[in-house]
């Protein structure tokens, strides 16, 4: 394991099952004057960790950014670069990273106000961009993602001292309670949930697409249910969903015709900038947890 000069408040992937650790700081940061959460949005975020923003995108601005994602899925050279991540059965593309870097477009959606004015209220400070990514599930065959918590992998992996990150899912593809939308525990994001298992070298390279280390036991997936209960972020296409670094969530896969897919962005307080790795041998790429902490905007 890779020794920090930052104090590890979460320590994760022990030996062996360790107890929940309630979470030490704030899910709404003091710092921003204002921004365009009213009361009453800011506090149910800030109780079950997450909101939605319905009509995020208009319907013309969702056409433009699915003919965007639609080009890079099917183009040879983002293909055959490594920040393309394929499923490990059918070879479809399931995530392609650093996506605001390779698109100009999605480069220029990080920066929106509609996005970064919300991070930077929630987050009380300038943001920087952790990680970019388009996620596609694609109709009959898209696998979904086991029950975890970014900030545990964010921390174990990349070295993100504090849960100080937002998430932006941007839906580009109408989301269905029954073609593998999104599943959030509200109010788990006040339990951190260490994970069993070390890490092994290059571990991104399997996560990515299917994540075995670094996810909770049934048992405190279970205790998490009960005690909070599980709802699901639908709603059509140009509808976006924010939560919290350390929000509980998963998705099923999509058995549908209906294939979903979602721009995917990260923003980071830059007073949140990564260090060392808390509990792997090296940090993983850039493109997938970016080093360059420069504020956006």
């Known amino acids: ?3 920090t ?11 062996g099952e360790t107890a929940p650790i309630t979470r030490t700081e704030p899910v709404l940061w003091h710092g921003a004057a204002s921004g365009p959460l009213d009361a009453e949005t800011a506090s149910s975020y800030d109780a079950k960790g997450f909101l939605t923003v319905d009509g995020l995108l208009t319907p ?3 056409a433009v950014f699915r003919a965007e994602v ?3 899925r099917t183009d040879p050279a983002v293909r055959a670069d490594e920040r393309t991540v394929v499923e490990k059965q059918s070879d479809d593309v ?8 390779i698109s100009e477009l999605v480069g220029r959606l990080a920066a929106d106000p509609r996005l970064l004015d919300r991070a930077r209220q929630i987050l009380g400070s300038d943001v ?3 990680q970019s990514r388009v996620n596609f599930m694609p109709g009959f065959t898209g696998k979904g993602f086991y029950w975890h918590s970014d900030f545990e992998t964010w921390h174990a992996e990349d070295g993100m001292p504090l849960m100080r990150a937002v998430s932006a899912s941007i839906a580009l ?4 309670p029954f073609n593998g939308g999104l599943m959030l525990m509200p109010g788990a994001h006040r339990t951190f949930v260490p994970c069993a298992g070390a890490t092994p070298d290059d571990h991104y ?12 036991s049934r048992a405190n997936l279970t205790a998490l249910a009960d005690a909070h209960g599980i709802e699901q972020f639908t709603g059509p296409a140009g509808s976006a969903l924010m939560f919290d670094s350390n929000s509980m969530h998963g998705s099923g896969s999509n058995i549908t015709p209906f294939a979903r897919s979602n721009i995917f962005l990260v923003f980071n307080s830059v007073e949140n900038a990564l260090v060392e790795p808390f509990a792997a041998n090296r940090p993983r790429p850039d493109f997938v947890a970016s080093r360059d902490f420069t504020p956006l905007g």
């Not at 408040?9 to 030996?15: G, L, M, V």
Request: proline content about 4%; charged content about 35%.
């Open 1 to 3: 394991m890779t020794a």
């Open 205 to 216: 390279r399997e996560s990515l697409k299917e994540q075995e280390i670094g996810v909770p």
């Open 70 to 72: 639609d080009r890079l």
């Open 94 to 101: 399931r995530s392609i990273f650093e996506v605001h870097r």
């Open 60 to 62: 013309d601005e969702v």
């Open 173 to 176: 593809t109408d989301n269905y």
């Open 128 to 130: 920087y961009v952790h």
């Open 5 to 15: 000069t930052t104090a590890d408040r979460y320590p994760t992937r022990t030996a």
